[in-house]
């Protein structure tokens, strides 16, 4: 039992060492993923949040070159930065869509106000 044990743990060590690009591919979806994400809330309609995407977009192709030319470092590196610009332009899209409906919020609220007002001043009861 305990070979096994130990045959276990040096066949995914080594397959962890054998498998160098798991990581990165896995950073690529993770930042294309986040890419789509902020795509389908709306960011290309926000222009500082449209700028992040784009950003984002341009890191991953950069991460990929990068990788490509045998700098898994700095791929790697890239590709962070891909995902925290994705992040930043989701973040700003859901945060303009927050702003505009608590606009539309506060002047339904002004509009009900308004007739309440009128309807006191006009005598109240009808």
């Known amino acids: 039992m305990r070979n096994a044990v130990i045959l276990t743990l040096l066949g995914a060590s080594a397959a962890g060492c054998a ?18 994400t902020a795509e389908e809330v709306g960011a290309e309609e926000i222009p500082p949040a449209d700028l992040h995407l784009r950003l984002a977009r341009e890191q991953v192709e ?21 995902q925290a610009d994705a992040e930043l332009a989701l973040a700003l899209t859901r945060g303009a869509r927050a702003q505009a409906l608590a606009r539309e919020a506060v002047g339904e609220v002004g509009s009900i106000h308004q007739r309440l007002r009128q309807g006191l001043a006009g005598g109240g009861a009808e």
Not at 27 to 34: D, E, L, Y
């Open 19 to 36: 498998a160098p690009t798991a990581p990165f591919n896995e950073r690529v979806v993770a930042s294309q993923v986040m890419i789509r």
């Open 62 to 82: 950069r991460a990929r070159r990068l990788s490509a030319e045998g700098a898994p470092d700095r791929a790697q590196r890239m590709l962070l930065r891909a």
